[in-house]
């Protein structure tokens, strides 16, 4: 089991993204992308207002991500695991693999789990939390589309000029008459690693005869989204970061055209 796979059971069972990293030896910023890239998703209870607490109290709790806890009524380990797993996709093989069960047992396993009382009870009470808690709300898709319209090629890619030694066809690094290495500049294009991406702006990823290609969201359509959405709602919180936005793009066309 590779160390995203460990370190995947982890967070399900409610460890913090600063836990995970320094028990794999990883940046807390690669956890993250891990989670990203392999869409864990921890269920988690609808968090109540407590009308009567402090504003500090408040805070507090506005900034902790609330796990539910699995209940013990006989689970064990990999049973809560294989609960958490199996509201993903109702795949009771592929949710007992991912609990830590052996490939060849997994099917009589996952079967057999759901035969039984307690884990069936843990399974209905996650699936009601699930229904809960997966409402999207308005200021959510806002965001998106906020990454989407002001992201460029730069979120994913490194490119730029560089100098290299010269070398001819036959691999000969060329000279100068005055003995030093002859250096010849060149473009270079590099993706940056998938750690150092935010997954949800790229389309496509594909690989061609001339080499990779990423295409990122259509960046005009989420502007015009946007544009549409505050002028109905010319109050929301977003809107100032998206007139800040909004000024750099016109100063930089600007600076481009007088240059």
Not at 32 to 53: D, F, L, M, V
Request: with cysteine; hydrophobic share 35%; aromatic share 8%.
């Amino acid at each position: 089991m590779t160390n995203h796979e460990q370190a995947e059971r982890d967070y399900m069972l409610g460890m913090t993204y600063q836990a995970i990293a320094e028990k794999y030896q990883v940046t807390v910023n690669t956890v993250k992308s891990w989670k990203r890239r392999y869409k864990w998703q921890r269920i988690t209870a609808p968090k109540k207002k407590n009308r009567g607490a402090s504003k500090k109290v408040c805070k507090q709790e506005k900034s902790m991500q609330v796990v539910v806890p699995v209940q013990k009524n006989g689970l064990t380990e990999k049973q809560q695991l294989f609960c958490l797993y199996y509201i993903k996709n109702f795949n009771a093989t592929q949710a007992a693999i991912k609990a830590g069960y052996s490939k060849e047992s997994a099917g009589v396993i996952g079967y057999e789990n759901l035969t039984k009382p307690y884990v069936r009870a843990e399974v209905e009470r996650l699936k009601a939390i699930k229904h809960q808690s997966l409402m999207v709300s308005e200021d959510d898709i806002v965001e998106r589309y906020m990454r989407i319209a002001f992201s460029d090629i730069t979120d994913v890619a490194e490119f730029g000029t560089e100098e290299i030694p010269d070398i001819d066809n036959a691999g000969n690094m060329q000279i100068d008459h005055n003995g030093n290495l002859k250096m010849v500049k060149r473009n270079y294009l590099s993706f940056k690693d998938h750690t150092e991406v935010d997954g949800g702006l790229i389309c496509e990823v594909s690989m061609g005869r001339n080499g990779m290609k990423v295409k990122l969201e259509d960046r005009m359509k989420a502007l015009d989204w946007l544009a549409n959405y505050f002028n109905m709602n010319p109050m929301n919180k977003h809107k100032q970061r998206y007139d800040e936005e909004m000024l750099a793009i016109r100063k930089k066309e600007l600076e481009l055209k007088d240059f």
